[in-house]
C-alpha cells in the first residue's frame, strides 16, 4: 500500500502567490493596503506561467512562442496517439433516441436525421478572462511584467460524433478514494446512467478506492441504473472509499484480468496522481483503455477550476456550525465560539463560510500568516472584541497555525503529512490568556468536520454532480484518456491531468475574494 502511496501522492508545496498555471517570475513589491503585510510576510509578489522553460521577455515572438508551448501542454492525450489506425464509429449517444442502445444500433444511433448536440473537437474555453492592465491590480495573474493579454484556451467537454469504443464491447469501472465528499454517489449515479444511455451493459464500481485492485477478498460491485437510481439521496460512496493502495503495475494487472478498458477515477490530487500514473502505464503496454478523473476535493484546491463537487455543499452546512457557535458566543457572558473547518492546505471553505455566515469576528487560514499573541496578535483582538462587543466569533482551517503546533512528521496512508489540531490549540491558548489577564471568558468549541463531509449534495453540487459524471463519459467514449473534467469560467472543460495536480491550488491573499473576507470580519493585520 505504501509504494502506491508514494507514487500518487501530489506535491503540497508551499508556494507564493502563484497563478494558477505554474512557474513564476518576480513583480515588484508595492502598496497594497490592509493586506500588504500579509503578501510581505510571504516573500516576493509573483506572477507565473506553468511548467513552461524559461521565456525570454526580449524575444519580439515570445508571446507566439508561450502560446504554442501553452497549447502543447494542454493537449489532452488520446487513444490515437498509440493507436494510430483507430477508427472511430458513429456516436451511439443521440438525445433524438429518449432510451438505451441496444446492441442492433451499436454503430450509431437509428435517425437519418442529423443531431446538432455534438462538441466539436476544435472547440475551446477561455481559461482566463479577466485582461489585467497592471501588475498591481487586485490578484492579478501576469505572465510578464506588462500584463500582455495573452490568450489561452483549453478544450471544451461533452459528447463527441465520433467515438472510439464499441459500448458493447465495453467494461468501465468506478473508484472513490481519499476521504468522504458531499456528491460523491450523484457522479457514481451519472457516470453509470451516461453509460447505459451509449448502450455499455458491463459496468461495474470497485470497493474501497485503489484497495480494492488488489485485496482478493473485496468483488467488484454490478452496477446499472436500477442500482444507482436513488443512491444520490444520501451521503457517503456507495462503493466506499480508502486511502493508499497497491502498485500501479498490480492495478493495471488486475484491470487487464478483469477486462477493464475505461475507468473513471474520483479524487484529489494524489488520487488523480495514481491516475495518471495508470494511464501512462496502460500506454506503454499498449492497451486501448481510457482513464478519466473527476475531481472530488471538499477543501476546492484543484487547479484551474471554478469550484470542485462538495465546496459549495460544505460552505452551506458550515454556516450551521458557525451559527451555533454564534449563538453559543453571544448568549454568553464575554462568550468566544470557535469553529474549525476543513482546509489542509486551502483556507476556501473557511473564507468563503466567513463571507456566506456574516458572523465571523476572525478568520484564519493557511495562506495568510498571523501571530497569536503580542500586540497585533490575534489574541488582542480577541480581547478587544469582547470589550466592544461582548462577544466573539473565530473560524479557523484546519492547516492555519501549524508553525505554533509540534510536528510529528506522521504522514496517512496517502503520504499527506499529519496536521496538529490548531483548533483545540487555539481554544486552550484563549482560555489561557483570558485567565493571565483575569477576564472571564466563556469558550465553545466547535468541530463539524466529519457531519460536513457525510452529507448529501445540495442543489448547487448536485448538478455539478451531474454534469461532470455526464462529461467523463463523453470524453472515455470520445477517445482521451489521461483527463480529468472540470468547470472554468462557467463552461465545461477537460484538462490534461499532469496540469491540475502540480500543487494544490490555495487562497490568493491580495485576491478580490480575500479582501472581501477581511471586510467583513473587520479582522486587522495580524502581525
Given at each position: 500500500?505504501?509504494?502506491?502511496?508514494?507514487?500518487?501522492t501530489?506535491?503540497?508545496?508551499?508556494?507564493p502567490?502563484?497563478?494558477?498555471?505554474?512557474?513564476?517570475?518576480?513583480?515588484?513589491?508595492?502598496?497594497?493596503?490592509?493586506?500588504?503585510?500579509?503578501?510581505?510576510?510571504?516573500?516576493?509578489?509573483?506572477?507565473?506561467?506553468?511548467?513552461?522553460?524559461?521565456?525570454?521577455?526580449?524575444?519580439?515572438d515570445?508571446?507566439?512562442?508561450?502560446?504554442?508551448?501553452?497549447?502543447?501542454?494542454?493537449?489532452?492525450?488520446?487513444?490515437?496517439?498509440?493507436?494510430?489506425?483507430?477508427?472511430?464509429?458513429r456516436?451511439?449517444?443521440?438525445?433524438?433516441?429518449?432510451?438505451?442502445?441496444?446492441?442492433?444500433?451499436?454503430?450509431?444511433?437509428?435517425?437519418?436525421?442529423?443531431?446538432h448536440?455534438?462538441?466539436?473537437?476544435?472547440?475551446?474555453?477561455?481559461?482566463?478572462?479577466?485582461?489585467?492592465?497592471?501588475?498591481?491590480?487586485?490578484?492579478?495573474?501576469?505572465?510578464?511584467?506588462?500584463?500582455?493579454?495573452?490568450?489561452?484556451?483549453?478544450?471544451?467537454?461533452?459528447?463527441?460524433?465520433?467515438?472510439?469504443?464499441?459500448?458493447?464491447?465495453?467494461?468501465?469501472?468506478?473508484?472513490?478514494?481519499?476521504?468522504?465528499?458531499?456528491?460523491?454517489?450523484?457522479?457514481?449515479?451519472?457516470?453509470?446512467?451516461?453509460?447505459?444511455?451509449?448502450?455499455?451493459?458491463?459496468?461495474?464500481?470497485?470497493?474501497?478506492?485503489?484497495?480494492?485492485?488488489?485485496?482478493?477478498?473485496?468483488?467488484?460491485?454490478?452496477l446499472?441504473?436500477?442500482?444507482?437510481?436513488?443512491?444520490?439521496?444520501?451521503?457517503?460512496?456507495?462503493?466506499?472509499?480508502?486511502?493508499?493502495?497497491?502498485?500501479?503495475?498490480?492495478?493495471?494487472?488486475?484491470?487487464?484480468?478483469?477486462g477493464?478498458?475505461?475507468l473513471?477515477?474520483l479524487?484529489?490530487?494524489?488520487?488523480?496522481?495514481?491516475?495518471?500514473?495508470?494511464?501512462?502505464?496502460?500506454?506503454?503496454?499498449?492497451?486501448?483503455?481510457a482513464?478519466?478523473?473527476?475531481?472530488?476535493?471538499?477543501?476546492?484546491?484543484?487547479?484551474?477550476?471554478?469550484?470542485?463537487?462538495?465546496?459549495?455543499?460544505?460552505?452551506?452546512?458550515?454556516?450551521?456550525?458557525?451559527?451555533?457557535?454564534?449563538?453559543?458566543?453571544?448568549?454568553?457572558?464575554?462568550?468566544?465560539g470557535?469553529?474549525?473547518?476543513?482546509?489542509?492546505?486551502?483556507?476556501?471553505?473557511?473564507?468563503?463560510?466567513?463571507?456566506?455566515?456574516?458572523?465571523v469576528?476572525?478568520c484564519?487560514?493557511?495562506?495568510?500568516p498571523?501571530?497569536?499573541?503580542?500586540?497585533?496578535?490575534?489574541?488582542r483582538?480577541?480581547?478587544?472584541?469582547?470589550?466592544t462587543k461582548?462577544?466573539?466569533?473565530?473560524?479557523?482551517a484546519e492547516?492555519a497555525?501549524?508553525?505554533?503546533?509540534?510536528?510529528?512528521?506522521?504522514?496517512?496512508a496517502?503520504?499527506?503529512?499529519?496536521?496538529?489540531?490548531?483548533?483545540v490549540?487555539?481554544?486552550?491558548?484563549?482560555?489561557?490568556?483570558?485567565k493571565?489577564?483575569?477576564?472571564?471568558?466563556?469558550?465553545?468549541?466547535?468541530?463539524?468536520?466529519?457531519?460536513?463531509?457525510?452529507?448529501?449534495?445540495?442543489?448547487?453540487?448536485?448538478i455539478?454532480?451531474?454534469?461532470?459524471?455526464?462529461?467523463?463519459?463523453?470524453?472515455?467514449?470520445?477517445?482521451?484518456?489521461?483527463?480529468?473534467?472540470?468547470?472554468?469560467?462557467?463552461?465545461?472543460?477537460?484538462?490534461?491531468?499532469?496540469?491540475?495536480?502540480?500543487?494544490?491550488?490555495?487562497?490568493?491573499?491580495?485576491?478580490?475574494m480575500?479582501?472581501?473576507?477581511l471586510?467583513?470580519?473587520?479582522?486587522?493585520?495580524?502581525?
Amino acid at each position: 500500500m505504501e509504494a502506491l502511496s508514494r507514487a500518487i501522492t501530489a506535491p503540497k508545496l508551499p508556494l507564493p502567490r502563484r497563478t494558477s498555471n505554474g512557474s513564476c517570475f518576480p513583480l515588484a513589491r508595492r502598496s497594497l493596503g490592509p493586506s500588504s503585510s500579509r503578501v510581505a510576510k510571504r516573500g516576493r509578489v509573483f506572477a507565473c506561467q506553468g511548467q513552461n522553460p524559461e521565456i525570454h521577455f526580449s524575444d519580439p515572438d515570445w508571446k507566439s512562442k508561450y502560446q504554442q508551448e501553452f497549447e502543447r501542454r494542454f493537449s489532452i492525450p488520446h487513444i490515437t496517439d498509440v493507436f494510430e489506425d483507430a477508427e472511430p464509429i458513429r456516436s451511439t449517444f443521440c438525445l433524438k433516441m429518449r432510451t438505451p442502445v441496444s446492441e442492433e444500433f451499436a454503430g450509431g444511433y437509428p435517425s437519418d436525421e442529423e443531431w446538432h448536440g455534438y462538441i466539436n473537437n476544435n472547440d475551446r474555453v477561455l481559461l482566463k478572462v479577466i485582461n489585467f492592465s497592471s501588475p498591481t491590480s487586485a490578484g492579478a495573474e501576469c505572465i510578464d511584467p506588462n500584463c500582455t493579454w495573452v490568450e489561452q484556451w483549453v478544450h471544451r467537454a461533452g459528447p463527441r460524433e465520433k467515438i472510439y469504443f464499441k459500448p458493447e464491447e465495453v467494461k468501465a469501472a468506478i473508484v472513490t478514494c481519499g476521504g468522504l465528499c458531499p456528491g460523491l454517489n450523484d457522479v457514481i449515479r451519472h457516470i453509470v446512467i451516461t453509460l447505459e444511455i451509449y448502450g455499455v451493459r458491463k459496468i461495474v464500481g470497485i470497493p474501497f478506492g485503489y484497495r480494492g485492485f488488489s485485496d482478493r477478498s473485496l468483488t467488484e460491485m454490478q452496477l446499472s441504473r436500477k442500482v444507482v437510481q436513488n443512491i444520490h439521496l444520501s451521503g457517503g460512496s456507495l462503493l466506499g472509499v480508502s486511502r493508499g493502495g497497491p502498485e500501479v503495475s498490480e492495478i493495471v494487472d488486475n484491470m487487464e484480468e478483469r477486462g477493464i478498458n475505461m475507468l473513471f477515477v474520483l479524487g484529489g490530487n494524489g488520487t488523480h496522481a495514481g491516475a495518471n500514473a495508470i494511464h501512462n502505464e496502460c500506454r506503454k503496454r499498449k492497451l486501448r483503455v481510457a482513464v478519466v478523473g473527476v475531481p472530488k476535493t471538499i477543501d476546492n484546491d484543484i487547479l484551474l477550476m471554478d469550484k470542485t463537487f462538495g465546496f459549495d455543499t460544505a460552505v452551506e452546512e458550515a454556516q450551521r456550525a458557525i451559527n451555533s457557535a454564534y449563538i453559543e458566543a453571544h448568549s454568553a457572558y464575554h462568550g468566544v465560539g470557535i469553529v474549525k473547518l476543513m482546509g489542509r492546505y486551502s483556507g476556501f471553505i473557511a473564507m468563503h463560510a466567513a463571507l456566506a455566515s456574516g458572523q465571523v469576528d476572525i478568520c484564519l487560514i493557511p495562506e495568510v500568516p498571523f501571530n497569536l499573541h503580542g500586540p497585533h496578535g490575534v489574541l488582542r483582538h480577541l480581547k478587544y472584541l469582547i470589550e466592544t462587543k461582548g462577544s466573539a466569533v473565530v473560524c479557523v482551517a484546519e492547516g492555519a497555525g501549524q508553525n505554533y503546533i509540534e510536528r510529528t512528521n506522521a504522514k496517512d496512508a496517502s503520504g499527506n503529512n499529519v496536521l496538529g489540531d490548531f483548533g483545540v490549540y487555539i481554544q486552550q491558548e484563549t482560555k489561557k490568556y483570558f485567565k493571565e489577564i483575569e477576564v472571564p471568558v466563556d469558550v465553545k468549541y466547535i468541530d463539524p468536520t466529519y457531519m460536513i463531509r457525510a452529507i448529501r449534495a445540495n442543489a448547487s453540487d448536485g448538478i455539478l454532480c451531474t454534469v461532470l459524471g455526464q462529461n467523463a463519459v463523453h470524453g472515455a467514449f470520445a477517445g482521451y484518456s489521461g483527463i480529468t473534467v472540470g468547470i472554468c469560467n462557467t463552461h465545461y472543460v477537460y484538462f490534461p491531468i499532469p496540469e491540475v495536480i502540480s500543487h494544490p491550488r490555495a487562497v490568493d491573499p491580495n485576491s478580490r475574494m480575500w479582501h472581501r473576507c477581511l471586510t467583513s470580519t473587520g479582522q486587522p493585520d495580524f502581525v
